[in-house]
């Protein structure tokens, strides 16, 4: 049995998993739970997913040799372009798949939450796309402070529902989006955006998003003669881009990979999002893992300065990685991760989402050997980001 990279057949990676779920909402889950591996498998399933991926998408998206940036650090530094992806960012690979599943089992509606609106506007562009009715779930923060992607999701038909419960972000969001599954469940398919959620949400999605691995091991071989970078970098909010990145090198211990999470304003600071520095294990959204809590395991408030990585914890299979050490975490400050964001501007003329900016400011943490090669996961663009960007400028 694997269980670095495949949950149990409970869902379990490691101590960290499972589906701790209202009855109400049990249905749902088995149904999706009974049929995705097999549903994912078939030919159909493939052929409508890949071409999407290549025609819509505009997969594979580029792993580019970074020279300037590489030339600072002594290393050759890959990108992995997930920026260029239709929409803006990697969840795009996501809500295709989970869209193409649901029509499969015959739904008529999907909802999803949303933080920085970057899921939101994936989902509500594949239910355009299939011609299915759409309704995301936004904290009321995050619809003032992301106000372009809500008028993107609109532009795409999409109805946005304002959360005005708890602390009005991701978090509540998502609580939210859970309760409107409850009560609407036999037609409805709930998109989450990460891999997060009960089993089998984190594996599913995982799975859609190792197309990002499966492209790179392909771009390095044809462009170095092998298969292996030194090093394979990626952000963490819930952890899908890194679970997407880190899928197919798991196995390869020659291969370390690394996580940055939001630090905030500080590890110390009370304003932060680094999970598996401050949190502790539990159940948030409907699985074990780790989130930051108080001594009675109320969820903190999480900080960070990029909404995507704004959520209080990480996936399960990524708490797994983090229990047995086969992923090593960075934690990355907002200032760190601004100047870092900035440095990629000048130095490569590419804007990168401050999300993806943390991946970028480990490199000034970890100890670089000299040629090595590194592959950063670009996991979006910057675009969203010009206000927080110039605020600091
Ligand atoms: C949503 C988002 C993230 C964080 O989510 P993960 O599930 O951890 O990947 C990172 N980068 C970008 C650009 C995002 O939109």
Request: net charge negative; aromatic share 8%.
């Amino acid at each position: 049995m694997e269980t670095k990279l495949k949950p149990d057949e409970r869902g379990y990676f490691g101590s960290f998993g499972g589906a701790f779920i209202p009855e109400m909402m049990q249905a749902n889950v088995t149904e999706l739970r009974e049929n995705y591996k097999q549903i994912m498998a078939s030919d159909e399933f493939r052929q409508e997913f890949e071409k999407l991926l290549s025609d819509y998408v505009g997969r594979p998206s580029p792993l580019y040799l970074a020279t300037r940036l590489s030339d600072k650090y002594g290393a050759h530094i890959y990108l992995k372009r997930e920026d260029l992806n239709h929409t803006g960012s990697h969840k795009i690979n996501n809500a295709l798949g989970q869209i193409i599943l649901a029509k499969k089992l015959g739904k008529k509606k999907i909802i999803a939450e949303t933080g920085a609106g970057q899921h939101g506007v994936a989902t509500a562009t594949a239910c355009a796309l299939m011609g299915i009715e759409c309704v995301v779930f936004m904290g009321e923060i995050d619809v003032a402070r992301q106000a372009p992607n809500v008028g993107r999701m609109k532009m795409l038909g999409a109805t946005v529902v304002p959360v005005s419960s708890g602390s009005k972000t991701l978090k509540d969001a998502t609580n939210e989006a859970m309760r409107y599954w409850i009560s609407n469940p036999f037609d409805t398919h709930y998109i989450i955006g990460s891999v997060v959620g009960p089993h089998p949400y984190p594996d599913m999605v995982a799975r859609f998003q190792s197309v990002i691995s499966e492209e790179i091991r392909k771009q390095l071989k044809e462009k170095t003669g092998t298969e292996f970078p030194d090093r394979v970098i990626a952000c963490v909010g819930g952890g899908s881009n890194a679970s997407g990145a880190f899928f197919h090198f798991i196995e390869d211990e020659q291969v370390e990979l690394i996580a940055a999470e939001a630090a905030g304003k500080g590890l110390e600071s009370g304003f932060t999002a680094a999970a598996t520095f401050k949190g502790k294990s539990g159940i948030l959204h409907g699985s074990k893992t780790l989130f930051m809590q108080t001594d009675d395991g109320q969820v903190v408030e999480p900080h960070s300065i990029s909404a995507g990585l704004d959520y209080p914890g990480i996936g399960p299979a990524l708490a797994h990685w983090f229990e047995s050490g086969r992923v090593k975490y960075e934690a990355v400050t907002d200032e760190e991760a601004m100047t870092a964001g900035k440095e990629l501007c000048l130095l490569e003329g590419i804007i990168p989402a401050v999300e993806s900016a943390h991946a970028l400011a480990t490199l000034d943490k970890i100890n670089i050997r000299p040629g090595e090669t590194i592959v950063i996961n670009l996991s979006g663009r910057g675009d969203k980001d010009l206000e927080t960007y110039l605020e600091r400028l």
